[in-house]
Nanobody, 125 residues
């Protein structure tokens, strides 16, 4: 019953934008630190952005600073990742993950209590 579901991925041209969604059911996202990861074929899963339990506390990987923005809608129990100025290197499956706590960091994968199934982002042409 406790689930995270990602959506909003798709195929876009370089320079395009998407808004990815991470919707929670069975628990309240506001009580958790939420982190977006991404994984391309043959590569390790890497942290992209984090939103802590404390409103306004965020963290971004150097590779996406200035292009990606994480936000929360508490009424919808959803966390968003706005991805702008997309590059082919951004092509990956994007996952959201949740764990308790209020300190944002890109932790080992086993440290996260919940994972979604991912949404595919493809940047081509």
């Amino acid at each position: 019953q406790l689930q995270l579901v990602e959506s909003g991925g798709g195929l876009v041209q370089p320079g395009g934008s998407l808004r990815l969604s991470c919707a929670a059911s069975g628990f309240t996202l506001d009580y958790y630190t939420i982190t977006w990861f991404r994984q391309a074929p043959g590569k390790e899963r890497e942290g992209v952005s984090c939103s802590s339990r404390t409103r306004g506390s965020t963290l971004y990987a150097d590779s996406v600073k200035g292009r990606f923005t994480i936000s929360r809608d508490n009424a919808k129990n959803t966390v968003y990742l706005q991805v702008n100025s997309l590059e082919p290197e951004d092509t990956a499956i994007y996952y959201c993950a949740a764990r308790p706590g209020s300190l944002c960091a890109f932790r080992p994968l086993y440290a996260y209590n919940y994972w979604g199934q991912g949404t595919q982002v493809t940047v081509s042409s």
